[in-house]
């Protein structure tokens, strides 16, 4: 299995979804570069302009190529030079958990959890009744949803760590903001765990994260001066 033949290029920003992939190179030692400006999330911001026109981070590169989308980096990079791990097999049992997972992450997780806080501080937490429908207890169900996967099994494709987890990491922290309205969203750049408080499984999957040698030097690497002021 090829290994990456020159340092992984992570365009980033302190405390946000790049870290994701710089805790997977993390995870095999691969070497990577971290580029992004210390203590200021705009000059962060226009160096990401500057990469892409997503301006977005992660914005990786590895040799020539260029990517944007953590979760089909993270995949990317599994199937480039993973060699198989942390991801399941094929054909397992666990792949179609696997797949779900990575992509729930972001399509649904992430996405709930953002709009719902987004649609609660414009209406001043009072959104119209259809917006609300919609909308509104969305994150409470991403959380539940993990919730219940987390009690079947310790990680989110089985029993095996894997870059699902990887990916589901932020959106729990983030669902867990919207049910606790009153906390700082810089909280979610901590393990703070504000509004996770119900959810046993997602706190012992938590657990289980933090003490993983590869997590923590992902974190000190990538927010070398503590967790960012925003
Ligand atoms: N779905 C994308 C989301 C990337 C994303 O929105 N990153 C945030 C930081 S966590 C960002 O760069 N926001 C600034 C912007 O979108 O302009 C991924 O997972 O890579």
Avoid at 51 to 63: C, K, L, N, T, W
Wanted: net charge negative; charged share 20%; glycine share 8%.
């Amino acid at each position: 299995m090829p290994q990456p033949s020159q340092s992984i290029i992570i365009h980033h920003i302190e405390g946000r979804r790049s870290e994701r992939i710089a805790w997977l190179c993390e995870e095999f030692g691969w070497p990577y570069e971290l580029k992004y400006v210390p203590g200021d999330l705009i000059a962060s911001l226009d160096a990401l302009g500057e990469a892409h026109v997503m301006r977005m981070a992660p914005i990786v590169e590895d040799g020539p190529l260029k990517m944007v989308e953590s979760g089909a980096i993270l995949e990317y990079l599994l199937l480039r030079y993973g060699g198989g791990r942390f991801r399941p097999a094929d054909d397992a049992r666990e792949m179609a958990d696997y797949l779900q997972w990575l992509h729930f992450a972001e399509g649904s997780g992430m996405f709930r959890a953002l709009i719902e806080r987004m649609i609660l501080q414009l209406t001043d937490n009072k959104p119209p009744e259809d917006i609300a429908y919609v909308y509104i207890g969305a994150s409470r169900r991403v959380l539940d949803f993990a919730e219940a996967a987390l009690g079947e099994s310790p990680y989110f494709a089985g029993d095996a760590f894997t870059a699902a987890d990887i990916m589901m990491h932020f959106p729990l922290r983030a669902a867990g903001l919207v049910l606790e309205p009153s906390a700082d969203l810089t909280a979610i750049f901590t393990d703070a765990r504000s509004g996770l408080g119900a959810y046993p499984n997602i706190n012992a999957f938590l657990d289980r994260i933090v003490a993983r040698p590869a997590f923590q030097r992902a974190m000190a690497t990538t927010m070398p001066n503590g967790p960012p002021p925003r």
